[in-house]
């Protein structure tokens, strides 16, 4: 089983920036895809980032293009998201997760238990 820790969220005003992580631990496929998601309160799990397992492909939901930036360091079994420009209408729990195949991703086919997230806070 995989285990994702995921790190980096808080309050910050609108306009602002923050870096999350995702540390991928355990019984993680030999290549994968990982990807960024978000939940806000009453809102359905959605989709924001995904990257290939060589960062080649990258794919982001239309509403961070532009602002956000998902990146990889495969030494350290990581993934990041760096968010600029937030907006109130981010506010959400913020998960990763992973898939052999980068196309499941956006669809969150994805292979792991989800982790407990984290918190990021837009305050307008």
């Known amino acids: 089983q995989v285990q994702l820790v995921e790190s980096g969220g808080g309050l910050v005003q609108a306009g602002g920036s923050l870096r999350l992580s995702c540390a991928a631990s355990?019984?993680?496929?030999?290549?994968?895809?990982m990807g960024w998601f978000r939940q806000a309160p009453g809102n359905e799990r959605e989709f924001v980032a995904a990257i290939s397992w060589s960062g080649i492909r990258i794919r982001y939901a239309d509403s961070v293009k532009g602002r956000f930036t998902i990146s990889r360091d495969n030494a350290k079994n990581t993934v990041y998201l760096h968010m600029n420009s937030l907006k109130p209408e981010d506010t959400a729990v913020y998960y990763c997760?992973?898939?052999?195949?980068?196309?499941?991703?956006?669809?969150?086919?994805?292979?792991?238990?989800w982790g407990q997230g984290t918190q990021v806070t837009v305050s307008s």
């Open positions: 355990g019984r993680t496929p030999s290549s994968y895809a």
């Open positions: 997760n992973l898939d052999r195949e980068f196309y499941a991703i956006p669809r969150m086919n994805v292979l792991s238990p």
